[in-house]
């Protein structure tokens, strides 16, 4: 009489035990396993994160042809610089380059170049310069204070800080008066045609066969850039300073 | 001898005279911030070449004094030197002082600066920007400690450990602060690990000259008496620091000048760079070290007190050359992108970079240097700070 009362209250105490110790080792362990299937997964997966740079050959780009990417660009964006402004922004410049002895002339475009290892996301107090995991560097327009140390940090001299009140903001680049703000490899082309994405400068000088400005995947070693990079080889600007910038220029 | 402590009583034309001007300056600072925060930052002189401007010689010439008015309490609680000891409360609210007007142009000059709230809540720990961040709101909770431990008696031996901490604390700081410009590596300027302690030395310099100035100004508005001891003591102090600095300022040009790839620059600052080089032979290294020195030290002058009010007057205006040439000097000359050649563009680059500032930015660092002085002029009339005479060393 006793056990078979002791089986009736005991039993379902424990099954009660046992459910709840089951599922506390289900919620404890397993999105351990899951995390750990998705980390495996990705190291090994054949879908490597890209890696979106740029290649620049110099040679065939005519003066001409960098004032279209700088024009481009500002229609693609809504910035504009007016001529001698030391406060108007510019997210692309057009350099000329003199050899100093033999006096030889190049042109070139000159922008973020969206640095592997850049200094003005080390340098940001709050986190606001931040390198996507496409390579991308951008600033974050909600968390940016204005204290311009990535300026002072940028060793391309990549970036603008809003001096004015701003007026005819395009949907694709939103600004913000006292922040910080430079080349987005075009972003809003990236995030909507992947690897097929041309940016603004990009598209205004590339003709025909031969792309001048040629865009994409470099931890891709089947892209065209790597291809090209690969048979030709290219420079990066101020590479003993060992940021790794994104942007490669050929014909320097 | 038990030093007694007291609130200044005065209320003299003269204190209250100071104190109005001194809200008055501070008031047009917080007004010119938010001209520049409304208008934004075009109507200052400042660029997207030259980035920081003179609100940062005033900022950081604070937060570098600050960190040197502490000096005397280390020297009292660190050192064991009793003879300082009397002035140790009054070094510790200077420096909080210090620090506050110096912070205060820093935030005011953001170009968002109603994000303080971003600042504070979003850390990027791998920026020596947000280290600083840390630092100093450390040091104001430390040395609050450490003020608080040394005036309530029951309490006064923890200062001593507390007062150690404070030293350690504020020697990191100023290293800090010197490598927000030290840890640049693009720009050829900076990126030397010699300006964290060529900072602390110009702290101890900086410091300690603003602490003689304030201490005197005090005494004299209360009609206190100061022992000419302590100013010699004081004097012999202060013409160390004066050393330490050329000695810092020599080491730093001469590691440039070594490499040829800093000759151009050198060749800016030292020789061709018009205004820049006159503030730094001129300004900084003739009036700034040279004559304090001869000031200190000659024996002609070394026992007037007014000698060696002019002295700190010297040296501070010397901090203020030396820390424009180095921020704003080093932003106007431009960065070298492409060795052996002739860079031009619309964004100027290969050229000097020019700037003037505007009014704007001056009303912002002049308010925030008065701001610190009407907090410390304050808090030693509500506070027992200031000890109520400095009669003579007993040795």
Not at chain 2, 21 to 49: K, Y
Request: charged residues 15%; positive net charge.
């Amino acid at each position: 009489m006793a056990t078979e009362l002791d089986n009736i209250e005991i039993r379902p105490a424990r099954r009660r035990f046992v459910q709840g110790a089951a599922a506390l080792a289900t919620t404890l362990i397993a999105p351990g396993i899951l995390l750990y299937k998705t980390g495996q997964a990705s190291s090994n997966g054949a879908a490597k994160t890209p890696r979106w740079g740029l290649l620049i050959d110099t040679n065939a780009l005519s003066e001409a042809d960098v004032d279209a990417c700088v024009s481009a660009c500002q229609r693609e964006h809504g910035w504009h610089s007016e001529a001698g402004s030391a406060t108007d922004a510019q997210w692309i410049r057009k350099l000329r380059l003199s050899d100093e002895r033999s006096g030889q002339q190049q042109f070139l475009p000159m922008m973020c170049q969206h640095c592997a290892d850049p200094p003005c996301v080390d340098v940001c107090p709050t986190g606001a310069s931040f390198k996507r995991d496409d390579g991308i560097v951008l600033v974050n327009k909600h968390t940016c204070i204005g204290c311009r140390y990535c300026m002072m940090a940028c060793p391309y001299k990549a970036r603008s800080f809003i001096h004015e009140t701003l007026y005819d903001q395009l949907p694709v680049a939103p600004r913000g008066k006292g922040t910080v703000e430079s080349c987005t490899l075009c972003v809003h082309r990236i995030d909507r045609d992947g690897a097929n994405a041309v940016p603004a400068c990009a598209e205004a000088v590339n003709r025909g066969e031969h792309k001048a400005i040629l865009f994409g995947d470099l931890n891709d070693p089947q892209s065209e850039i790597s291809q090209r990079l690969k048979s030709h080889g290219a420079t990066r600007i101020r590479a003993d300073l060992g940021v790794d910038p994104g942007v490669r220029y050929q014909g320097l | 001898m038990r030093t007694i402590y007291s609130e200044i009583r005065t209320s003299s034309p003269q204190y209250w005279g100071l104190l109005a001007v001194f809200a008055v300056i501070t008031a047009l600072g917080i007004a010119a911030a938010h001209r520049m925060e409304v208008e934004g930052h075009h109507i200052s002189g400042m660029s997207n070449q030259v980035v920081w401007g003179l609100p940062h010689v005033f900022a950081i010439f604070l937060i570098v004094a600050a960190s040197g008015a502490l000096n005397l309490a280390s020297l009292a609680s660190v050192f064991n030197k009793a003879e300082y000891k009397p002035l140790a409360r009054f070094s510790a609210i200077l420096s909080i002082a210090l620090l506050i007007g110096g912070l205060a142009i820093l935030l005011l000059d953001l170009g968002r600066p109603d994000r303080l709230i971003v600042a504070i809540t979003h850390y990027n720990f791998k920026s020596i920007f947000a280290w600083n961040i840390l630092l100093y709101s450390g040091f104001i909770v430390i040395v609050l400690a450490y003020l608080w431990l040394m005036m309530e008696r029951r309490l006064e031996h923890w200062s001593r450990p507390v007062g150690m901490f404070a030293f350690a604390w504020r020697l990191i700081l100023t290293s800090g602060t010197g490598s927000i410009f030290g840890f640049l590596v693009a720009r050829e300027a900076y990126d030397s690990a010699l300006l964290a302690p060529m900072f602390i030395v110009m702290s101890f310099a900086f410091g300690l000259a603003m602490f003689i100035l304030l201490l005197l100004l005090s005494f004299r508005l209360d009609r206190r008496e100061l022992d000419a001891s302590h100013l010699q003591r004081l004097r012999k102090l202060l013409g160390l620091f004066c050393i330490g600095i050329l000695y810092f300022v020599l080491l730093f040009h001469l590691t440039k000048l070594y490499g040829s790839q800093n000759h151009a620059y050198e060749r800016f600052i030292l020789l061709d760079g018009g205004v820049y080089t006159w503030l730094f032979w001129l300004f900084q290294i003739g009036l700034g070290s040279l004559l304090p020195l001869l000031l200190l030290y000659s024996a002609r002058w070394q026992h007037s007190p007014r000698s060696l009010v002019l002295a700190c007057l010297l040296i501070i205006q010397g901090a203020f050359a030396q820390l424009y040439v180095i921020i704003i000097g080093g932003q106007a000359f431009p960065l070298n992108l492409f060795p052996g050649y002739r860079v031009d563009s619309s964004f100027f680059d290969g050229v000097i970079n020019t700037y003037s500032p505007s009014l704007w930015e001056l009303l912002l660092g002049c308010g925030g240097l008065t701001s610190a002085l009407l907090i410390a002029l304050l808090v030693v009339r509500v506070l027992p700070i200031l000890p109520q005479n400095l009669p003579g060393a007993q040795n």
